[in-house]
Nanobody, 123 residues
Framework: QVQLVESGGGLVQPGGSLRLSCAAS????????MGWYRQAPGKQRELVAA???????NYADSVKGRFTISRDNAKNTVYLQMNSLKSEDTAVYYC?????????????????WGQGTLVTVSS
């Protein structure tokens, strides 16, 4: 069974930094896209940053210049370096991946979500 495990959330003051990690494990043949979404209280889940098909990156306008997504392909891991954090960045951050791997005993394409990690930006 493929799963995503996130880490790195927590409480940080405005202007501070945090680094999130997301590791994919299980019967994975390839990862077509992988990235981060977030959901603030009372709001819809939104894309933060992601590696999309072809290896290019996509960022939400609200985080451009402050957040950087990177990856370690050998470890099936993506990272989100978040700098100059603002109170409006407070949310649960979810890792997401489009994977080609085993579903039971059969190969197939599927989408996986992590359990989420809370980021709170507050003084």
């Amino acid at each position: 069974q493929v799963q995503l495990v996130e880490s790195g959330g927590g409480l940080v003051q405005p202007g501070g930094s945090l680094r999130l990690s997301c590791a994919a494990s299980g019967s994975i043949f390839s990862i077509n896209a992988m990235g981060w979404y977030r959901q603030a209280p009372g709001k819809q889940r939104e894309l933060v940053a992601a590696f999309i098909s072809g290896g290019s990156t996509n960022y939400a306008d609200s985080v451009k210049g402050r957040f950087t997504i990177s990856r370690d392909n050998a470890k099936n891991t993506v990272y989100l370096q978040m700098n100059s954090l603002k109170s409006e960045d407070t949310a649960v951050y979810y890792c997401n991946a489009d994977i080609y791997g085993l579903i039971g005993d059969l190969p197939g394409y599927f989408e996986v979500w992590g359990q989420g990690t809370l980021v709170t930006v507050s003084s």
